[in-house]
C-alpha cells in the first residue's frame, strides 16, 4: 500500500523545538505540504521572523534567511526584486508583523509586492515567555497585562487582513485556525490560494492563522485549543477576508 | 564616459555604483544625499535593475540585506540621522556576512542636528554601530573622483571579504561638483554559492546571526574575528604627502584632508616643513603609517569636522612617541585654514 502521510520534501527530518501543543507545527507542514504540491521547493526562499519560528529554517527544507525583527517583508522585498521568477514566502508572528514591524507589512502591501505572508497570531509573545501582543484580547492576562489588557492603557487587538484590505496593492487576505482538521483543511486550501496569487504574479497575499500557545496561556493543549476557539475566533472572524483573484 | 565631466558627489558616487553593477538601490530621502536617490531612480531603470523609495530607512537597509542574500551587488545612501536608523540590520548583516555598500553622506549632529557636511560619524562608523563585535571596512573620499573611484573599491571589498562596506562622505563631498571621469571597469566576479536562489540540485542555503547551541557563537565570533584580522593584514588605503622630511604631520580624512593639503602649502611657504597622512580607509586603520611617521616627527595635529574622534586612533598609533595635537569644528563647521596656521606656528614655536 502506498504510504500516503509521509515527511512532505519541503520539510527537513528532524525534531522541532516548540512546545507541546503548540501550533507552528501544523503551520509548518501545511506550508511546506503547499510547497511539494505546486511543485516550488526549488524555486522558494522563506524568511523567518524573530520570535518562536526563528527556528524555521531548521524545519522547512528550502532556502531560508533570518530577518531583523518586524523587517521581514522589507528582506523579502529585497530578494522577490532581484529574483523575481522565484517563490518567496515571510512567516510571521504577531509580535513580528502586526507591532514591530507594522510599517514594513503594511507597505509592503501597499506596494502589492508579489510575495505570500503567513501570518501566526496566537495572541501572546511566544518566545520572550507571555507578554502582550498587539493581538492579545481584552481581558487577557499576560505578565505585561497582569490584570487583564485594558483599552484605556494597553490599546485594542489588531485585526490585521481587515486593516490591510483597504490597500490596493493587496489581492488575497483570509484568515483560519488550526483548532480542528476541518479547520486545518480549510488553511491549507487559504494558504494554497495564497501562494497561487504569487506564482500568477497577481500581488500582496496574506493568511493568518490564529494558533493556540498553551504554555504562554499557561493551560494544558486541550483548554488552550478550546480557548482560541472561544476567545480569538469571535474577535478574528474566520474566512477569505479579501479574494481579488478573480 | 572617456571624458572628464562636471558631476556633484552624489552623483558621481551613485554612478559608479552602477557601473560597478550595482543591481539594486535602496534608499530613502534625507539631504543632503537626495541626488543619489534621484538619479538611482532614473538610471536604475534604465539600466533594467532594482530602485526603490522604501517607506523608511529601516526598510530600505533590510531591502538591501534581502537583495545581497540573492548574491547581487547592493547599495544603499543616506545621512547621518538615517545611518543610525540602519545599524541594527547592518550588525545582522556582518554576523550573516552578507555584502553591501552603505554610502553615508554625513551631516552634523547629534539628533536631528543639521543639513550641513560634518565628520561626526566617525565613531559610529568605525567602532561598530550596531550591537556586537564587528568591524565595517570604512572607506572615505575625498573628492568627487574618489566619490566615484572608491565605491568600485567599496563594491569590490564587499563582496571579497563578503561583509558590508561604508563610504563616510560628508555633505560638503556630496554636494560639490568637480571634473571627474567615471569609467566601467572589469567587476571582480565571485562566486556566491552561499546565496539564496532556490535549493535547486543542492542543500538549502541559510542566511542567519543567530546560534543557540552551547559555544556556537563564539566559535562564529571567532571566524568573523579571523577574517577581520585577514582584512586588516591585506587592506589599507593610505596617502601620504610630504611626510618625509616633516617636522609637523597633520592626519585628516575627507574634506578636513582637503583643508590640510592647502594648509601644508602655505606652511611650506613660510619655511614650516608640514605634511599629511590621509586615511584612505579609516578601517583598516593606517596604524602602521603613523607609527613609523612618529618617529621623526614632532608632532600630530589632527583636523577634523568633530569633537574629536579619529585623534583617539591617532594617538593609539603614536603610541606616545610624539605630541598629538587635536584641531576641530562641530556641528557643520568647517576648519579655516588661518586658524590652522596659527595654531601650527604657535605649537610649532613652543616646541622649539
Partial sequence: MKNKFGLPESMKDTVTFYCPGCGHGI??????????????????????????????????????????????????????????????????????????????????????????TIFVNNAVYGMTSGQMAPTTLLKQKTTTTPLG??????????????????????????????????????????????????????????????????????LDPIKAYKWVEENMVPYYPLGEIKNNIL | MKNKILISGN??????????????????????????????????????????????????????????????????????????????????????????????????????????????DYFQSVKGGGHGDYNLIVIAPASVQEMADLTFTAFDMADKYRTPVIILADGYLGQMMEAAQIEKKAIQ?????WALTGAKGRKPNIINSMYLADDALEKHNQKLQEKFQKIKKELCLVEEISTTDADIIFVAYGTSARICKSVIINLRANKIKAGLIRPITLWPFPTETIKQAALHAGFFLTVEMSAGQMVED???????????????????????????????????????
Fill in chain 1, 27 to 116: 503551520i509548518h507542514r501545511i506550508v511546506a505540504e503547499v510547497i511539494d504540491e505546486l511543485n516550488i521547493r526549488e524555486i522558494t526562499i522563506g524568511i523567518a521572523p524573530v520570535g518562536c519560528a526563528v527556528l524555521a529554517y531548521n524545519y522547512l527544507n528550502i532556502d531560508m534567511a533570518e530577518a531583523p525583527h518586524g523587517r521581514t517583508p522589507a528582506v523579502a522585498t529585497g530578494i522577490k526584486r532581484v529574483q523575481p521568477d522565484k517563490i518567496v514566502f515571510t512567516y510571521q508572528g504577531d509580535g513580528d508583523l502586526a507591532a514591530i514591524g507594522t510599517g514594513e507589512i503594511i507597505h509592503t502591501a501597499s506596494r502589492g509586492e508579489n510575495i505570500t
Fill in chain 2, 11 to 120: 552623483e558621481a558616487l551613485a554612478e559608479a555604483a552602477i557601473q560597478a553593477g550595482c543591481k539594486a538601490y535602496f534608499g530613502y530621502p534625507i539631504t543632503p544625499q537626495n541626488e543619489i536617490p534621484e538619479y538611482m531612480s532614473r538610471r536604475m531603470p534604465e539600466e533594467g535593475r532594482v530602485f526603490i523609495q522604501a517607506e523608511s530607512e529601516l526598510a530600505a537597509i533590510n531591502m538591501v540585506l534581502g537583495a545581497s542574500a540573492s548574491g547581487v551587488r547592493t547599495m544603499t545612501t543616506s545621512s547621518s540621522p538615517g545611518i543610525s536608523l540602519m545599524q541594527e540590520a547592518v550588525s545582522y548583516m556582518a554576523g550573516d556576512e552578507l555584502p553591501c555598500v552603505i554610502a553615508n553622506v554625513a551631516r552634523g549632529g547629534p539628533g536631528l542636528g543639521n543639513i550641513a557636511g560634518a565628520q561626526g
Fill in chain 2, 314 to 352: 591617532v594617538r593609539l598609533s603614536v603610541e606616545g612617541k610624539a605630541p598629538v595635537y587635536f584641531y576641530g569644528r562641530m556641528g557643520g563647521g568647517v576648519p579655516e585654514e588661518e586658524k590652522i596656521i596659527e595654531l601650527v606656528e604657535k605649537l610649532h614655536r613652543e616646541s622649539k
Fill in chain 2, 189 to 193: 566576479s565571485i562566486k556566491k554559492d
Fill in chain 1, 149 to 218: 489588557r485594558e483599552a484605556k492603557t494597553a490599546g485594542f487587538p489588531l485585526r490585521v487582513p481587515e486593516m490591510l484590505k483597504s490597500l490596493e496593492g493587496t489581492v488575497y487576505l483570509a484568515r483560519e485556525t488550526v483548532i480542528a482538521p476541518k479547520n486545518i483543511m480549510t488553511l491549507k486550501k487559504y494558504i494554497r490560494k495564497a501562494f497561487d496569487v504569487q506564482i500568477k504574479g497577481l500581488g500582496f497575499s496574506l493568511v493568518e492563522v490564529l494558533s493556540p500557545c498553551p504554555v504562554n496561556l499557561r
